[in-house]
């Protein structure tokens, strides 16, 4: 890397008359630099003194960060010209900060990214900073803008690639009972109505009892078996959360946003209750009066609220590994055009497993997990179904480990059912109803969660309650006699609903 600043202090008088000790200072500086970093070639160098303004210029090449050396330069020539001439510093500007470094590929296109402007040139990328505040350069933006862009140069050689995908297991073929779209035909017969707004459904008795079914059946033979207590959280999220988990960055576009009013207080109130009682109507401009920007969001996925509730907390190896779940959070998404039926909605109810552990727990539970849910897919759900990895693993922990079936420590496995209602099964896209992460270390810094000794990593498991019910019933049909064994121990008999004439 090549990093070239240009900067001035603005002095509280005069330095003209200073100018050798000036030189001299900065002189020490640079040798003590060059001490300091002496494999990096770093350089100092006065360009101008005049009036009361010192210009300088530091390059260096490799990883030291010369706006570092600014900082540290205005601390102790602060110091110094305070104590031997009364002098302060009233201010840095840095007119121009140009920052070179090389990529493993050249970019596919223009990149830009806020802050700067960006040249590239094979591999070799140029960002360019002009008058950047003292507060910027502390704020470690500039590491961040060197990795966003190469984030976007990597991102360049994905897009189009489609996901990474790649089998564990399949289950035999399954004769389905129909091929019918199951959301379409329970609207027809009154189990269903559309919701009043986009992607959201009115679940009548027969499909509200056939949720609860999956609900049941996840926690009596998955979770209560593997030790999993039930914990309850808030489904409205702050941002700080998603900061942390990194959501907010990822799918700012998904999310539902929540607005808090401004205040109760009636009387700002009047206006708008006066102008509804009056036009029926609501003014959507009275109401941005008492409205606050978002803070905070509707639940995407629990686990980040599962994870802040043990921020900062150290944990007795007695409790390892932390095994919990919340059923209650509804999670919304803004699906947009994908939405479809009841298995892509912007409103949906999960259950999420989170586990805190060591790797050699970890590991442990997955076994179990995918254990317990074999056993819930092949003999209760009688299902067609299979699991893929779908973290390639150079993004992941990657080791070999007992089950040769299972080739990497951290990562996602999807888990997916044949929906015959979308056409063949090789053609087809199947459905993802379930999927199991472990994804290390990366939520525990986040959020600085500790154990007395043991090294900590963490996972979850989203268990998509319409999912499981719209795969079950795109194979089994609607017909309780027609559904497998297992499934009729725990339903018996359909609610009786509701007539309409
Ligand atoms: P997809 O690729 O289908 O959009 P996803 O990767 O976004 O799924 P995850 O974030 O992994 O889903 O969420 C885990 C689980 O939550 C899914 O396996 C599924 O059961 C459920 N789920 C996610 N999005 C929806 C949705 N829009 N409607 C219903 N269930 C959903
Ligand atoms: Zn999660
Ligand atoms: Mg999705």
Redesign the pocket.
Known sequence: MRFDLEAHFTFSSDISSIKKDMEKFISDANEDLIKKHYKEIANIEIFKIEKNSLFLNIVSYGNFRPHNALLQIKNSLGKELGKKYHIGIREIDIHDYKIEFGLEQKPLKDISIPFAKVKSKGKQVTIILQNVSEEFLRRNYIDRMIKVVKEKVENQYYEGKGEFWESIWESEEKKPIWAKDPTEEMVDLGWLKQGPTK?KWFYRPQIAAILRTMEEIAINEVLKPLGFQEIIESYVVPFDIWLKTGHLEGMPGEFYYVAEPTTRDVEKWQRFIDLTKITKEISFDELNKNLSTPHAGIC??QCPVIYWSFKGKTISEKSLPILVYDKTAV?A?Y?SG??HG?????E?H?I?PVYIGTREQLLNLREKLLERYKHVFNNIFDLEWRMAW?TPWYMQQAGKIGDDSIQQDTG?I??EAYMPYRGSRKESEW?????L?ILGDKYIKAFNIKAQKSELWSGCS???????AIAFLAQKGLDPKKWPPGFKSYMKELPKGIEFL
């Open positions: 992607g995407y996925a999670s998404r699906e994908g939405r009841i298995e892509r909605v912007d949906f999960r999420e779908v996602t999807d888990f459905l993802e109803f379930l999927n992460s989203g268990i998509g309650l319409e999912r499981w």
